[in-house]
């Protein structure tokens, strides 16, 4: 069975200070990856996706970098925080396909900043 | 570019009343596929329903949506509601594999005894 992994669950960070936030899925060979982001009251907004190792494609940056180290790992970061990168932050994965995949979603990381 | 459009943010229903959350959605693809996810707090958001097939009713869970294309639209119904139907739903709109599915705004149910 494939399994997401979110880590860490929460975060408090001060503005300015890197951040680091992972995403490793198990059981599944060359998933499709995805960061999406969920201001609080506000919506989901993908943010990066990727098909391959090492390959990410930007769709909002936000300030914010992706990269996929790994065929099973997806890494969001940044050397600065602003206060607007306070949320929710969801990794998903989906198989490859035509378009009607699913996304499955981690349990996601909640982050404060202050 | 695609879009998604939710025009109910927040809807508010007593229970055992129909559901009906608006979808509607804009792209120069023909053969667009269209999801809806349901966030229940404190868990992941995960897939409803979805379908790209041209005015055929796909169900789950009680809940069920039709694609209209032509009138570009993916409406979530349910005939009754119930407590625990109250959550974040989410509609999706993907055209291809090389893109992140894009969602709408959302529409938080909130379903009253």
């Known amino acids: 069975a494939q399994t997401i992994h979110q880590w860490p669950v929460a975060e408090i960070k001060a503005v300015g200070s890197p951040l680091s936030l992972g995403c490793t899925i198990k059981?599944?060979?060359?998933?499709?990856l995805y960061w999406y982001w969920q201001a609080t009251g506000g919506t989901l907004q993908q943010l990066f996706y990727?098909?391959?190792?090492g390959q990410v494609e930007s769709v909002v940056q936000l300030n914010l970098s992706a990269s996929r180290p790994k065929d099973d790992q997806f890494i969001l970061s940044t050397e600065k925080l602003l206060l607007s990168h306070s949320g929710f932050y969801l990794c998903?994965?989906?198989?490859w396909g035509v378009g009607a995949e699913t996304l499955y979603f981690g349990s996601g990381t909640r982050l404060t900043v202050l | 570019g695609d879009s998604v459009t939710q025009t109910e943010g927040l809807v508010t229903l007593t229970e055992g009343l129909p559901v009906m959350l608006n979808c509607t959605y804009q792209?120069?693809?023909?053969?667009?596929?269209l999801f809806w996810y349901v966030h229940y707090l404190n868990e992941s958001p995960r897939l409803l329903l979805k379908s790209s097939t041209d005015n055929k009713r796909t169900e789950h869970q009680g809940f069920h949506a039709t694609l209209h294309k032509s009138s570009s639209s993916f409406h979530l119904q349910k005939s009754s509601a119930q407590l625990s139907d109250s959550a974040l739903y989410y509609c999706a709109l993907r055209v291809n594999n090389n893109n992140a599915p894009r969602f709408g705004a959302g529409t938080k149910l909130t379903v009253k005894p």
């Open positions: 998903a994965w989906s198989l």
């Open positions: 792209t120069i693809y023909s053969n667009p596929f």
């Open positions: 990727s098909i391959t190792v």
């Open positions: 059981g599944k060979s060359s998933p499709n």
